[in-house]
């Protein structure tokens, strides 16, 4: 009896995902209203293509949110990374050796912003807003406040977002995100750091008095989403060959949209990563949806503050239907 | 031997002395009831005996060898399980996924190692077949699960990786009647098979069914032991528990 009623609560959202194809699906079916271009497959692999940056992005974001926790530093590392890397290649440090800095760099801060958080049991809100205004400041002290030109490295900087040699407007950075949404994915449902992340992130105190230390599996989570910050700073630079500081700002906020419209739940324990792709695509679509339609592109904003508030709601729904509340 | 000996554990939370010099022993295969009022000092013991916390003085010894544990994974380790009231199992996870917490099943090689899915799912299944609770099919989220159905899933976890002494914090506390005898028989049961129990309460009623022994604390001390015979009966303890130290 009690089986029945759980599988039968449970079937109309069997999957994490279910949500954010709904919204994936309604917003192409509005905009192909507004414009039929949009469905094309040219229009369908730029969406791809632009989604990918911010896709990246919200995939690590996405596992630090399983883990309970929050990283608005994101943004910031997503232009202080490629700042530093420049700085470092144009002083003739070799490329692959300032990039390497860069990584070492970027797992340095994640362990900083997880030991802070766990250890110093303070909210990762305040922890990563602090740290956010903290390496804003960094990269505006580095770089002048000025642009920053991709000089030296170009080639180097190709194996992240390179056009790929086809009719269409598509970059590496499409096949990258692809391939980290399965990695990502086997991460979390496959792997046994997966599973003591969201029991870490689920209920932190049960993790602890079983044994299993939360503190070290949200610091890694915190240590992979900023490597992946680093990564879509690195695919934006090599895109527009030159990065300024603006162009991380808000960012942190895009990955959290992406990753709320994809079920990721804001309690912890509970998210996909197809879920934060499809919510990634979902952002760049109505991105580009508003400009083949002809709207001012401002209303892209507003509509992605409807969108989170419905993505919120949906969760909350989707929550007591596969938690129990 | 005794399977585990306290021997004057004393520890303080600032001003507070939640638990005084406490000692005593629990044998192999025996179920003994902790009981006392609220901030008697109960779970304070549990959680030093499961070395979550330390103690300030005083030893611990299991199967007879002075222990010091840093973590709850080495407890277990040792073969100590404990069911914590609230902290059992995360409701978010499934069931065959809380099964595991903590000790996966593996397979593959090196780094790429994933988890063996379908082996931690039968092998929960069967393990929490015929406990005399009903366990819905283990994929279903702990959220889902009664009170009765949570503690067997949190017991049965601690006996499958070879809990050679349980603490169970107050097991049948928001546990439906019928469910309540279920876990007393299956306490018993375990008892039979020579595991140790300790069992924290409120309930004297209940743990008196299958206790053989009775601790009762008040104010982080040791106020009085009972062994059950023919002429112990709940409410002397009740009286003990609710008398002034």
């Not at chain 1, 190709?158 to 949404?181: E, G, K, M, Q, Y």
């Not at chain 2, 959680?47 to 299991?62: L, T």
């Amino acid at each position: 009896m009690l089986n029945k009623l759980v599988k039968s609560t449970r079937g109309a959202f069997r999957f994490k995902e279910s949500a954010a194809l709904l919204f994936l699906l309604l917003t192409f079916f509005i905009f192909t209203i507004f414009n039929p271009l949009f469905i094309s497959i040219g229009n369908l692999l730029t969406i791809f293509t632009t989604g990918a940056e911010i896709g990246i992005l919200a995939l690590g974001v996405n596992l630090v949110m399983i883990g309970g926790e929050f990283d608005l530093s994101v943004g910031s590392i997503y232009v202080l990374s490629p700042i530093i890397f420049e700085t470092l290649a144009s002083k003739r440090v070799p490329t692959v050796f300032s990039l390497a800095i860069v990584v070492i760099y970027a797992i340095i801060q994640g362990f900083f912003n997880g030991f802070i958080t766990t250890k110093g049991k303070i909210p990762s809100f305040i922890t990563t807003l602090g740290m956010q205004w903290f390496l804003r400041g960094v990269a505006l002290f580095i770089s002048g406040g000025l642009f920053v030109l991709l000089k030296e490295g170009k080639n180097l900087l190709d194996i992240f977002n390179a056009p790929l040699p086809v009719h269409w407007n598509i970059r590496l950075s499409s096949l990258w995100f692809f391939v980290l949404t399965f990695v990502f994915y086997v991460i979390i449902e496959k792997t046994q750091f997966g599973n003591r992340l969201m029991a870490s992130g689920g209920s932190p105190a049960t993790a602890d008095a079983i044994g299993v230390e939360s503190w070290k599996y949200k610091t890694i989570a915190f240590i992979i989403a900023d490597l992946t910050a680093a990564l879509g700073g690195f695919m934006a630079f090599d895109r527009f060959a030159s990065i300024d500081v603006s162009f991380g700002v808000e960012l942190e906020l895009q990955a959290i949209t992406a990753c709320v419209i994809g079920g990721t739940l804001m309690s912890g324990g509970y998210g996909s990563s197809l879920g934060a792709f499809l919510g990634a695509i979902t952002l760049s679509s109505l991105y580009n949806g508003l400009i083949l339609a002809g709207a001012p592109t401002y209303w892209y904003q507003a509509f992605i503050g409807v969108i989170l508030i419905i993505a919120g709601l949906f969760n909350v729904k989707a929550k007591s239907a596969l938690t129990g509340g | 031997m005794a399977l585990l000996e306290i021997e004057n554990v004393s520890k303080s939370f600032g001003y507070v002395k939640a638990l005084d010099n406490v000692s005593f022993q629990i044998e192999k295969g025996e179920v003994v009831g902790l009981l006392g009022d609220n901030g008697a000092g109960k779970s304070t013991l549990i959680k030093i005996i499961a070395g979550y916390i330390r103690p300030d003085s005083g030893r611990i010894k299991f199967e007879g060898t002075p222990v010091h544990w840093k973590s709850a994974a080495e407890s277990r380790q040792a073969g100590v399980g404990v069911v914590y009231q609230d902290l059992a199992l995360v409701n978010v996870l499934p069931i065959w996924r809380n099964f595991f917490l903590g000790k996966e099943v593996n397979k593959g090689w090196r780094i790429l190692k994933f988890l063996d899915i379908s082996n931690m799912k039968a092998t929960s299944k069967d393990a929490l077949a015929n406990l005399g609770i009903d366990i819905p099919p283990v994929e279903t989220p702990v959220a889902f699960l009664s009170g009765g159905q949570r503690q067997m899933v949190a017991v049965g976890r601690g006996v499958y990786f070879g809990a050679k002494l349980l603490l169970l914090d107050e097991p049948t506390a928001a546990v439906s009647v019928k469910e309540t005898e279920a876990i007393l028989n299956y306490i018993s049961q375990l008892s039979k098979s020579g595991i140790s129990v300790v069992f924290v309460t409120h309930n004297v009623y209940h743990v008196f069914r299958v206790a053989s022994r009775f601790i009762v604390l008040d104010h982080g001390r040791l106020k009085a032991t009972f062994r059950k015979d023919d002429k112990l009966a709940p409410e002397d303890i009740i009286n003990s528990i609710a008398s002034p130290l």
